[in-house]
Every structure is written in C-alpha cells, then in structure tokens.
Nanobody, 124 residues
C-alpha cells in the first residue's frame, strides 16, 4: 500500500509562484511514474504533469513553460514548481502514482494511488 501526502498549497496573487510537494510512503517510489492532476469546482479532474522513474516528463499544454515537475527519489518526493500563476490555475491539486507503467501518462485512470489534495487559489 502506498500513501501520498501533498503539501505547499495556498493563496497567491496572479503572477506569483508556489511549489507543491508530494511525499510517498514505501520503498518502491523510484520505480514508478508520478503525476499531478487538478480539479476545479464543477469541472472534471485534469492532467497537469507527469514524470517517469528516469525523469521523462509530460505537461498539459495549459501549463507548459510555467510549471515544472521534478522528483527526488532519495526523499520519496515529487514536486510541482508553479510560476506565473493565473486565476484559472485555481483548483485542488492531487499527486498520483502509476504503479504498473513507465509511461508518462496524462490519463487519470492509469494511476493507482492518489493523495488527498491541496488547495491552490490564485487571486486576480
């Protein structure tokens, strides 16, 4: 069983930055693809970014050039650096772990474990 705990959310003004962290339990973190997703009120959960065990990355078009996903396997942690934030980035952000695949998927159905989420609010 894997547990994921997100942190780092908060309230920020337009143009500001935040860094989200997701700490994973277990001894196999380094073997798995990790992803970040977000869900705004009244909307479906959407893909933000993913990173494979060897560091290959994938980003949603809406965040390319502004967000950076990274991982520290020694700390069992994945990060999401968010710069130039916009009000439309407001959402609950979730990290997720794909236990079975090396692919940097953007499909939430490919992920097997999820954190509880952290709120990001960008004021205009």
């Amino acid at each position: 069983q894997v547990q994921l705990v997100e942190s780092g959310g908060g309230l920020v003004q337009t143009g500001g930055s935040l860094r989200l962290s997701c700490a994973a339990s277990g001894r196999t973190f380094s073997r798995h693809t990790m992803g970040w997703f977000r869900q705004a009120p009244g909307k479906e959960r959407e893909f933000v970014a993913s990173i494979s065990r060897i560091g290959s990355t994938n980003y949603a078009d809406s965040v390319k050039g502004r967000f950076t996903i990274s991982r520290d396997n020694a700390k069992n942690t994945v990060y999401l650096q968010m710069n130039s934030l916009k009000p439309e980035d407001t959402a609950v952000y979730y990290c997720a772990l794909d236990y079975y695949s090396d692919y940097v998927s953007g499909n939430p159905h490919d992920y097997d474990y999820w954190g509880q989420g952290t709120q990001v609010t960008v004021s205009s």
